[in-house]
């Protein structure tokens, strides 16, 4: 094992502004790598079962994966961590930008928050100099007027920038953290996390280069693919971003729409990428060392809708949020929605979720004028949904309901309404259905961050012969249709969900379509460890096993990990009009993944057998004793778990 190849922690107690440093023993990082690895670690490692995830006890993990700001395409990818507000389970995501690599950059993998400030303070991070400052005079403020207020405060426009806007001080479960105001770390409520904290921001510079053990080999291969991404799977998303999946669901029959009560929207065309880059685009955005620039700039001057471009564009699924998820074609909406959340540090698809909740339940009888503070809610309302977000980022009137999340708004509204809701564990389903994608519909129900498209399988993209070149390595060798459960689509479910999470680790991006062998290659030229493809996918199936072992610690078991009903019925028309997932082929498929990733029938956890297997019986150590009972049920949906 190289020597050379060393992880530094910063550990922030927010309680007494005490500031202290760690180094990863090299055993911890190649067991874990980076990312989910870590943040688990330290979850299990270090915050007590059954607490309030908006409480003292809990932690904010930012970590970064092994590729974290080398100089290769898909590189600039972190993580963030914590139990979740929102699910009351195992809570992380992931950003782009370029705030990972400059956090490597000053030397750091990790940083660990504990604790809450007595008033609110910010991060400073420059290489070795760490120190809190006060943020009181930035506490209220949106986003991007908060960036440039820390950049003109240290006299660096090139600082980058991690934070919560006014969202996350009010504890909005729906809360994000926001980088270089256009790109967030947006499921599982880790902006809540923050606030609670009184954390405002991170800001960070660093000039170090971080180690290689083969810079040769990394140029070799970054070279490699700035010369053939075009003959990739990563081609598309240079030319028309994730914004090209409007048209591509909607051909499918699974454009999420009208509260996914439909997967055919007639007004997709004025939501399509191709008229939101004539419309209102006017330039490309990349993330740190990335060739594809998949990201827009979009720009209005309408004082009815003021988009600014250093607020970014909507992407796909944000435009499905608050497109055709609340049956509105305006894409001035979308990309108006899209600025205010990212001014309040809002995560556009529960905001937009929400609001669609709503709009259904009024629209049944459900929910009253009274009260949503005199509003009509009706599917096509652009306008109300505007307010709606506005109202939500403040917690204002209604939108202090909003900001809870669909489940909880839903069990406010009560009655049918938790009918009508599209979420798993709590958290709501991105803009993919899984009456299109059924292997997609399994992976997000067992997904230990409740639905979650980051790390499941996507159907469509492997139906061919051509689709599954880039995953043959891990045995998978024959296309299935996008409706099969059996037990071969079980086993594709668990091998490109696994390998998704290694993404995860590395910190590399999903969209980069390196080879499994040249993953491998990147991990060994950048550590100098003589690994395989076997020893990555045993990290990131152990990362993926600590966080259920987390979840089934807080009482989560296999009545968690279903669909929504809606999702269950089918859509009405269109390609797959009329077409139901099978229930008992949905449980079968459920069991059968159970029993190949070494889970408990009766439990939904690892065994502990699993646990040794994946070298963590410290892991089965820390279950014994621990029941997924009503008590722990309640104890999770009860308490500091409460609605406000």
């Not at 990428?273 to 979009?298: M, N, Y």
């Not at 969900?497 to 290659?521: A, P």
């Not at 929504?564 to 993944?593: C, D, H, N, S, Y």
């Amino acid at each position: 094992m190289s020597e050379d190849y060393k992880g530094k922690l910063l550990r922030v107690n927010l309680s007494n502004g005490v500031i202290s440093t760690e180094s990863y023993d090299p055993v911890i990082l190649r067991r874990y790598l980076g990312g989910w690895g870590l943040i688990a670690y330290h979850l299990l490692k270090e915050v007590p079962a059954g607490c309030d995830p908006l409480g003292a006890q809990n932690k904010l993990i930012f970590t970064t994966g092994v590729m974290t700001g080398q100089p290769i395409a898909g590189g600039g990818r972190h993580m963030i961590g914590g139990k979740s507000p929102l699910t009351g389970g195992f809570g992380a995501g992931e950003c782009g930008g370029y705030f990972g690599a400059e956090l490597k950059r000053a030397g750091w993998d990790s940083i660990i928050f504990e604790g809450i400030s007595p008033t609110p303070v910010y991060l400073w991070i420059k290489d070795d100099q760490v120190e809190l400052r006060s943020a009181d005079h930035l506490w209220g403020r949106e986003t991007l007027d908060v960036q440039d207020a820390i950049r003109e405060e240290l006299g660096d426009k090139w600082i980058r920038v991690a934070q919560i806007g006014p969202a996350g001080e009010r504890l909005a479960r729906i809360a994000n953290i926001i980088h270089d105001v256009n790109r967030a770390v947006g499921r599982t409520g880790m902006g809540a996390v923050m606030g609670s904290k009184r954390l405002r921001a991170v800001a960070v510079r660093g000039s170090k280069r971080p180690y290689t053990a083969d810079p040769e080999r990394i140029s070799e291969l970054s070279k490699w693919f700035r010369d053939h991404y075009k003959e990739t799977g990563s081609a598309v998303f240079s030319t028309l971003g994730t914004m090209r999946m409007v048209r591509n669901n909607n051909n499918f029959g699974g454009l999420p729409t009208r509260n996914f009560s439909e997967g055919v929207f007639e007004g997709f065309e004025k939501l399509s990428a191709e008229h939101q880059l004539a419309s209102v685009t006017v330039g490309r955005d990349s993330c740190f060392g990335c060739p594809i620039k998949c990201k827009w700039e979009v720009e209005i001057n309408d004082p009815d809708f003021p988009v600014r471009r250093e607020y970014g564009g909507p992407e796909y699924e944000t435009t499905g949020a608050f497109g055709s998820l609340c049956g509105v074609d305006d894409n001035r909406v979308t990309c108006y929605a899209n600025q205010l959340c990212n001014a309040a540090g809002l995560d556009t698809i529960g905001a937009g979720s929400a609001i669609a909740t709503a709009i259904e339940c009024y629209e049944r009888g459900l929910l009253t004028r009274e009260q949503t503070d005199g509003l009509e809610l009706r599917f096509g309302d652009g306008a109300a949904v505007i307010e709606l977000v506005k109202l939500t980022a403040r917690r204002e009137g209604f939108g202090d309901v909003l900001a809870e999340g669909s489940r909880r708004l839903a069990e406010w509204i009560g009655g049918d309404a938790p009918r009508y809701t599209v979420n798993i564990k709590g958290q709501d389903l991105a803009m993919h259905d899984p009456r299109v994608k059924y292997g997609h519909g399994l992976g997000v129900a067992l997904s230990p961050t409740g639905a979650d498209h980051m790390h499941s399988l996507h159907d469509n993209a492997y139906q061919t012969v051509g689709g599954i070149h880039e995953i043959e390595p891990l045995g998978v060798i024959e296309p299935l249709p996008f409706d099969d459960l059996s037990s071969a689509k079980a086993r594709l479910v668990r091998q490109v969900m696994i390998w998704r999470v290694l993404d995860n680790l590395t910190g590399i991006c999903m969209f980069h379509s390196w080879t499994v062998q040249q993953k491998v290659d990147l991990v060994s030229a950048v550590t100098g460890w003589s690994t395989s493809a076997i020893e990555l996918w045993q990290a990131a199936e152990r990362a993926y096993n600590m966080a259920r072992a987390f979840n089934y610690r807080e009482g989560f078991g296999p009545q968690d990990d279903r669909l929504p009903e809606r999702i269950m019925q089918p859509v009405p028309a269109g390609p797959v009009g009329g077409k139901a997932i099978p229930a008992e082929e949905f449980e079968q498929a459920k069991r059968t993944l159970y029993g190949m990733m070494g889970w408990s029938q009766e439990t939904a956890a690892p065994t502990r057998i699993k646990l040794e297997e994946l070298d963590i019986p410290w892991v089965a150590d820390l279950m014994e004793g621990c029941q997924a009972s009503e008590q722990t049920r309640e104890r999770r949906e009860g308490g500091g778990d409460a609605l406000g």
